[in-house]
Protein backbone atom coordinates (compact mmCIF):
# COMPACT_ATOMS: atom_id res chain seq x y z
CA UNK A 1 0.00 0.00 0.00
CA UNK A 2 1.66 3.37 -0.85
CA UNK A 3 0.59 6.92 0.46
CA UNK A 4 0.66 9.57 -2.39
CA UNK A 5 3.64 11.01 -0.78
CA UNK A 6 5.63 8.10 -1.70
CA UNK A 7 5.83 6.23 2.02
CA UNK A 8 5.31 2.65 1.56
CA UNK A 9 3.40 0.19 4.38
CA UNK A 10 4.94 -2.79 3.23
CA UNK A 11 2.95 -6.46 3.44
CA UNK A 12 5.32 -9.40 2.76
CA UNK A 13 3.42 -12.06 0.66
CA UNK A 14 0.16 -11.22 -0.50
CA UNK A 15 -1.41 -10.61 3.14
CA UNK A 16 0.84 -9.69 5.94
CA UNK A 17 2.62 -6.78 7.31
CA UNK A 18 5.89 -8.50 7.38
CA UNK A 19 7.80 -5.93 7.76
CA UNK A 20 5.97 -3.75 9.85
CA UNK A 21 7.44 -4.78 13.19
CA UNK A 22 10.61 -5.41 11.89
CA UNK A 23 10.91 -1.55 10.74
CA UNK A 24 8.92 0.60 13.09
CA UNK A 25 10.40 3.54 12.05
CA UNK A 26 8.78 3.34 8.17
CA UNK A 27 5.17 2.22 9.39
CA UNK A 28 5.72 5.76 11.89
CA UNK A 29 6.49 7.92 8.52
CA UNK A 30 3.41 6.24 6.86
CA UNK A 31 0.68 6.96 9.67
CA UNK A 32 2.37 10.88 10.22
CA UNK A 33 1.86 11.08 6.12
CA UNK A 34 -2.06 9.42 6.35
CA UNK A 35 -3.43 11.51 9.25
CA UNK A 36 -1.24 14.44 10.68
CA UNK A 37 0.09 16.03 7.58
CA UNK A 38 -2.08 18.97 6.54
CA UNK A 39 -1.36 18.35 2.87
CA UNK A 40 -2.47 14.49 3.22
CA UNK A 41 -5.29 13.78 5.86
CA UNK A 42 -7.77 12.04 3.70
CA UNK A 43 -5.74 12.14 0.79
CA UNK A 44 -4.89 8.52 0.82
CA UNK A 45 -7.95 6.88 -1.74
CA UNK A 46 -6.06 3.53 -2.77
CA UNK A 47 -8.16 0.88 -0.83
CA UNK A 48 -6.28 -2.07 0.87
CA UNK A 49 -7.81 -5.60 -0.43
CA UNK A 50 -9.00 -7.42 2.67
CA UNK A 51 -11.97 -8.96 0.60
CA UNK A 52 -10.48 -12.39 0.79
CA UNK A 53 -10.66 -12.26 4.37
CA UNK A 54 -14.18 -10.79 4.38
CA UNK A 55 -12.90 -7.52 6.14
CA UNK A 56 -14.16 -5.13 4.34
CA UNK A 57 -17.77 -5.16 4.75
CA UNK A 58 -17.04 -5.26 9.02
CA UNK A 59 -14.58 -2.25 8.25
CA UNK A 60 -17.85 -0.58 6.26
CA UNK A 61 -19.83 -1.40 9.39
CA UNK A 62 -17.89 0.80 11.13
CA UNK A 63 -17.62 3.44 9.15
CA UNK A 64 -21.68 3.58 8.96
CA UNK A 65 -21.76 3.48 12.38
CA UNK A 66 -19.29 6.30 12.80
CA UNK A 67 -21.33 8.58 10.36
CA UNK A 68 -24.61 7.58 11.73
CA UNK A 69 -23.91 10.24 14.71
CA UNK A 70 -24.94 7.67 17.93
CA UNK A 71 -22.01 6.32 20.34
CA UNK A 72 -24.12 2.91 21.21
CA UNK A 73 -24.15 1.82 17.74
CA UNK A 74 -20.67 2.76 17.21
CA UNK A 75 -19.38 1.29 20.41
CA UNK A 76 -21.58 -2.17 18.93
CA UNK A 77 -20.11 -2.09 15.42
CA UNK A 78 -16.25 -1.84 16.77
CA UNK A 79 -17.08 -4.66 19.15
CA UNK A 80 -18.77 -6.90 15.99
CA UNK A 81 -15.52 -5.96 14.11
CA UNK A 82 -13.41 -7.56 16.91
CA UNK A 83 -15.49 -10.32 17.62
CA UNK A 84 -15.03 -11.21 13.65
CA UNK A 85 -11.10 -11.34 13.23
CA UNK A 86 -10.98 -13.02 16.61
CA UNK A 87 -12.71 -15.92 14.85
CA UNK A 88 -10.94 -15.33 11.44
CA UNK A 89 -7.78 -15.63 13.36
CA UNK A 90 -6.08 -12.88 11.72
CA UNK A 91 -2.79 -11.46 13.40
CA UNK A 92 -2.39 -8.23 14.96
CA UNK A 93 -0.66 -7.07 11.56
CA UNK A 94 -3.02 -7.31 9.33
CA UNK A 95 -5.92 -6.47 11.39
CA UNK A 96 -3.71 -3.06 12.18
CA UNK A 97 -3.42 -2.24 8.58
CA UNK A 98 -7.47 -2.67 7.95
CA UNK A 99 -7.77 -0.23 10.89
CA UNK A 100 -5.14 2.53 9.44
CA UNK A 101 -7.96 2.18 6.44
CA UNK A 102 -10.93 2.38 8.45
CA UNK A 103 -9.58 5.53 10.44
CA UNK A 104 -8.30 7.37 6.99
CA UNK A 105 -11.94 6.90 5.91
CA UNK A 106 -13.10 8.47 8.87
CA UNK A 107 -10.71 11.21 8.38
CA UNK A 108 -11.82 12.14 4.85
CA UNK A 109 -15.80 12.52 6.44
CA UNK A 110 -14.06 14.52 8.94
CA UNK A 111 -12.84 16.99 6.39
CA UNK A 112 -8.85 18.21 5.66
CA UNK A 113 -6.93 19.93 7.84
CA UNK A 114 -8.94 18.10 11.18
CA UNK A 115 -6.37 15.88 13.77
CA UNK A 116 -7.02 13.96 16.23
CA UNK A 117 -8.46 16.09 19.37
CA UNK A 118 -6.32 14.13 22.63
CA UNK A 119 -2.79 15.12 19.87
CA UNK A 120 -1.42 13.94 17.40
CA UNK A 121 1.62 12.64 19.65
CA UNK A 122 -0.62 10.42 21.18
CA UNK A 123 -2.58 9.28 19.03
CA UNK A 124 0.53 7.76 17.13
CA UNK A 125 2.43 6.52 20.04
CA UNK A 126 -0.96 4.61 21.33
CA UNK A 127 -1.97 2.78 17.88
CA UNK A 128 1.80 1.66 17.52
CA UNK A 129 2.01 0.62 21.19
CA UNK A 130 -1.14 -1.70 20.99
CA UNK A 131 0.29 -5.09 20.67
CA UNK A 132 -2.64 -7.28 20.85
CA UNK A 133 -5.97 -7.41 19.56
CA UNK A 134 -8.03 -6.49 22.68
CA UNK A 135 -4.94 -3.17 22.89
CA UNK A 136 -6.39 -2.46 19.69
CA UNK A 137 -10.11 -2.98 20.16
CA UNK A 138 -9.81 -0.59 23.33
CA UNK A 139 -7.57 2.00 20.90
CA UNK A 140 -9.45 1.47 17.90
CA UNK A 141 -12.71 2.48 20.14
CA UNK A 142 -11.52 4.96 21.93
CA UNK A 143 -9.91 7.09 19.24
CA UNK A 144 -13.49 6.37 16.83
CA UNK A 145 -15.57 7.75 19.80
CA UNK A 146 -13.39 11.06 20.27
CA UNK A 147 -13.54 11.70 16.66
CA UNK A 148 -17.55 11.22 16.76
CA UNK A 149 -17.48 13.59 19.63
CA UNK A 150 -15.45 16.22 17.58
CA UNK A 151 -17.76 15.73 14.75
CA UNK A 152 -21.07 15.91 16.53
CA UNK A 153 -19.63 19.84 18.22
CA UNK A 154 -18.57 20.84 14.65
CA UNK A 155 -21.78 20.34 13.02
CA UNK A 156 -24.03 21.86 15.92
CA UNK A 157 -21.93 24.72 15.15
CA UNK A 158 -22.15 24.60 12.01
CA UNK A 159 -26.17 24.43 12.43
CA UNK A 160 -25.94 26.84 14.06
CA UNK A 161 -23.87 29.75 11.92
CA UNK A 162 -25.93 29.12 9.13
CA UNK A 163 -29.01 30.93 9.86
CA UNK A 164 -27.29 33.73 10.75
CA UNK A 165 -24.73 33.73 7.78
CA UNK A 166 -28.30 33.48 5.90
CA UNK A 167 -29.27 36.57 7.32
CA UNK A 168 -26.47 38.57 6.66
CA UNK A 169 -26.41 37.67 2.86
CA UNK A 170 -30.10 38.70 2.80
CA UNK A 171 -29.20 41.76 4.41
CA UNK A 172 -26.25 42.72 2.09
CA UNK A 173 -28.67 41.54 -0.89
CA UNK A 174 -31.65 43.03 0.15
CA UNK A 175 -32.30 45.09 -3.47
CA UNK A 176 -31.29 42.53 -5.80
CA UNK A 177 -34.30 39.37 -6.05
CA UNK A 178 -32.86 36.77 -3.98
CA UNK A 179 -34.71 33.06 -3.79
CA UNK A 180 -33.98 30.02 -1.23
CA UNK A 181 -31.77 28.75 -3.66
CA UNK A 182 -28.99 31.70 -4.17
CA UNK A 183 -29.05 31.91 -0.26
CA UNK A 184 -27.92 27.90 0.01
CA UNK A 185 -25.51 28.22 -3.34
CA UNK A 186 -23.94 31.17 -1.64
CA UNK A 187 -23.50 29.33 1.85
CA UNK A 188 -22.83 25.65 -0.02
CA UNK A 189 -25.60 23.91 1.95
CA UNK A 190 -28.56 21.70 0.06
CA UNK A 191 -31.55 24.35 0.08
CA UNK A 192 -33.72 21.71 1.33
CA UNK A 193 -30.84 20.79 4.41
CA UNK A 194 -30.76 25.08 4.94
CA UNK A 195 -34.60 25.64 5.07
CA UNK A 196 -35.10 23.84 7.80
CA UNK A 197 -32.29 24.57 9.79
CA UNK A 198 -33.29 28.27 8.94
CA UNK A 199 -37.03 27.45 10.35
CA UNK A 200 -35.65 25.91 13.37
CA UNK A 201 -33.65 28.59 14.48
CA UNK A 202 -35.71 31.49 13.26
CA UNK A 203 -39.01 30.45 13.64
CA UNK A 204 -39.77 32.00 9.42
CA UNK A 205 -39.39 30.45 6.20
CA UNK A 206 -36.67 32.29 4.20
CA UNK A 207 -38.83 33.25 1.77
CA UNK A 208 -41.33 34.85 3.80
CA UNK A 209 -38.17 36.12 5.84
CA UNK A 210 -36.56 37.76 2.33
CA UNK A 211 -40.21 39.31 1.77
CA UNK A 212 -40.58 40.89 5.04
CA UNK A 213 -37.12 42.33 4.77
CA UNK A 214 -38.14 44.17 2.24
CA UNK A 215 -41.20 45.37 2.93
CA UNK A 216 -38.99 46.54 6.27
CA UNK A 217 -36.69 48.47 3.76
CA UNK A 218 -39.59 49.86 2.05
CA UNK A 219 -41.09 51.22 4.79
CA UNK A 220 -37.89 52.73 5.51
CA UNK A 221 -37.50 54.52 1.79
CA UNK A 222 -40.77 55.71 1.86
CA UNK A 223 -40.34 57.41 4.82
CA UNK A 224 -36.95 59.03 4.43
CA UNK A 225 -36.05 59.04 0.34
CA UNK A 226 -38.50 61.58 -1.70
CA UNK A 227 -38.51 58.54 -4.54
CA UNK A 228 -41.67 57.43 -5.68
CA UNK A 229 -43.01 54.14 -4.37
CA UNK A 230 -42.92 52.40 -7.75
CA UNK A 231 -39.59 53.07 -8.14
CA UNK A 232 -38.87 52.01 -4.42
CA UNK A 233 -40.48 48.30 -5.10
CA UNK A 234 -38.14 48.30 -8.44
CA UNK A 235 -35.19 49.15 -6.26
CA UNK A 236 -35.84 46.36 -3.84
CA UNK A 237 -36.50 43.82 -6.61
CA UNK A 238 -40.28 43.49 -7.23
CA UNK A 239 -40.43 43.76 -11.13
CA UNK A 240 -44.16 43.69 -10.18
CA UNK A 241 -45.51 46.40 -8.93
CA UNK A 242 -49.21 44.66 -7.21
CA UNK A 243 -47.21 42.00 -6.24
CA UNK A 244 -45.38 44.69 -4.21
CA UNK A 245 -48.66 46.20 -3.22
CA UNK A 246 -50.19 42.68 -2.06
CA UNK A 247 -46.88 41.77 0.13
CA UNK A 248 -46.86 45.24 1.51
CA UNK A 249 -50.39 45.21 2.72
CA UNK A 250 -49.95 41.63 4.18
CA UNK A 251 -47.09 42.99 6.25
CA UNK A 252 -47.99 46.16 6.76
CA UNK A 253 -52.05 46.07 7.22
CA UNK A 254 -52.30 49.02 4.84
CA UNK A 255 -51.25 50.05 1.14
CA UNK A 256 -48.13 51.31 0.15
CA UNK A 257 -49.89 54.69 -0.78
CA UNK A 258 -51.64 55.27 2.35
CA UNK A 259 -48.77 54.59 4.84
CA UNK A 260 -46.89 57.03 2.69
CA UNK A 261 -49.69 59.55 3.20
CA UNK A 262 -49.26 59.01 7.07
Not at 101 to 118: D, S
Amino acid sequence: IHSHSGVRIGIGGQTKLAKLQQSRKEAERALDTLFFSGECIGAAKETPNFDHLGLNQWADNVVQAWASMDERTLRAAVADYFRFVRGLGSGRDIVLLNIIHILNRVFVQLGEGQQPPMGVDHFQKSLMNAFTLDQLEIHTSTVLSALHEKHRKSSLMAQESLPGRACAYIEAHIQERIALSDVAAHLYVNASYLSRIFKQAIGDTISHYITHKKIVRAMEDMRNLSLGIREIAIQLGFSDYSYFCVQFKKETGETPLNYRKR
